[in-house]
């Protein structure tokens, strides 16, 4: 075999193999993604921090959600206290337009009155 033909063959195969990775590494974000829920005591910033790293990552990747659909996955993801917040959210706000950094400010403020005892939205 000649040596161009095996630098193509070892080129070609690193390719495909980084191809492999890059796909098994968005296969497993996007299933984070997809199962993201907020765990017991976690706080809406840690929660926050971890479902950036999955859409930082995914982005890094190639592979970007709308933020529609960030807005519901985080509305979704959230536990049963917060049923009556995310009603609100939804009915009063056009998730098209919300930013990311709106509704975190929204939920770091309710969770701040829940921990005090205020309920009232």
Do not use: P
Request: aromatic share 8%; with cysteine; net charge positive.
């Amino acid at each position: 075999m000649s040596k161009c033909k095996e630098i193509w063959n070892k080129l070609a195969t690193t390719h495909e193999g980084t191809n492999q990775v890059k796909e098994s590494k968005i296969s497993l974000l996007t299933l984070d993604f997809e199962l993201f829920k907020i765990k017991s005591r976690e706080s809406i910033k840690e929660m926050f921090n971890i479902f950036t790293d999955i859409i930082n990552g995914l982005k890094s990747l190639g592979k970007a959600y709308s933020n529609k659909q960030m807005m519901k996955k985080l509305l979704n993801s959230l536990s049963k206290e917060w049923e009556a917040k995310v009603t609100t959210i939804e009915e009063s706000k056009d998730l098209d337009k919300l930013s990311l950094d709106e509704l975190i400010s929204s939920l770091i403020t309710y969770e701040m009155k829940l921990e005090h005892g205020k309920f009232a939205l």
